[in-house]
């Protein structure tokens, strides 16, 4: 079953408007992941959160962590026409053994220039 | 560095054929993955090795086996295809040692239809 839980499941917004992207989970994990998915390509990892942090940025992305209501939201900034992509979350259960995620089914950014 | 390639990138297949799905990776990894991403249900994990000559099953294993012979690449056989595994493959590897930040290196996909 999958853990992450994505809302929306697409947006559509204007260059220069923030984005903002939720994640919701099930159980403890060890870290919280964003990755980004061009159309017809593979995954890119952008962003690790781990469960003792509560925020961390990198460029114009924010990352938001509430382990106590077992959410995450990816916050970027003035966005652009070139960050139009499919965003997901993934998870990284304490249950678990060999390094595996459990992905969302993730979210459709649409940046309009 | 490649990172990660897979091979083929397209393949369509007849019911009952079999084929075989390679991933290569060059950043010398442990642990190496096979997911399957279909529309609406994101990522789904097919297979996974932790290291060379070791696999275990993930998610949706049904219809499908690994081998793991060298560290370096991860196979994923369909032994007699059906039209429901028709997907976009993707294979990706990461280090088993960085137990903290496992992120996850992807291959550009396999696009597969099963006729």
């Known amino acids: 079953s999958q853990q992450g839980e994505e809302d929306p499941q697409a947006l559509s917004i204007q260059e220069g408007e923030n984005a903002t992207m939720n994640c919701s989970y099930k159980t403890s994990i060890n870290n919280l992941q964003w990755y980004r998915q061009n159309s017809g390509r593979g995954l890119v990892h952008l962003i690790l959160i781990r469960s003792n942090e509560r925020e961390k940025h990198s460029g114009r992305l924010r990352v938001t962590l509430d382990t106590s209501k077992k959410s995450s939201s990816l916050l970027i900034t003035a966005s652009r026409a070139a960050d139009t992509a499919s965003y997901f979350c993934a998870t990284d259960p304490t249950y678990n053994q060999g390094g595996k995620l459990i992905f969302g089914q993730g979210t459709e950014l649409s940046v309009k220039p | 560095n490649a990172g990660v390639t897979q091979t083929p990138k397209f393949r369509v297949l007849k019911t009952g054929q079999s084929m075989t799905l390679l991933c290569a990776q060059d950043?010398?990894?442990?642990?190496m993955y096979w997911y399957r991403q279909d529309p609406g249900m994101g990522l789904r994990l097919i297979h996974y090795?932790?290291?060379?000559?070791?696999?275990a099953k993930g998610e949706v294993p049904d219809g499908y086996n690994v081998s793991r012979l060298k560290k370096q690449n991860f196979l994923l056989g369909l032994e007699s295809a059906a039209p429901s595994q028709t997907s976009v493959y993707f294979c990706?590897?990461?280090?088993?040692?960085?137990?903290?930040?496992?992120?996850?290196?992807f291959g550009p996909g396999t696009r597969l239809t099963v006729l």
């Open positions: 950043m010398n990894h442990e642990y």
């Open positions: 990706a590897s990461s280090s088993r040692w960085e137990a903290l930040d496992n992120e996850q290196f």
């Open positions: 090795s932790v290291g060379e000559g070791t696999t």
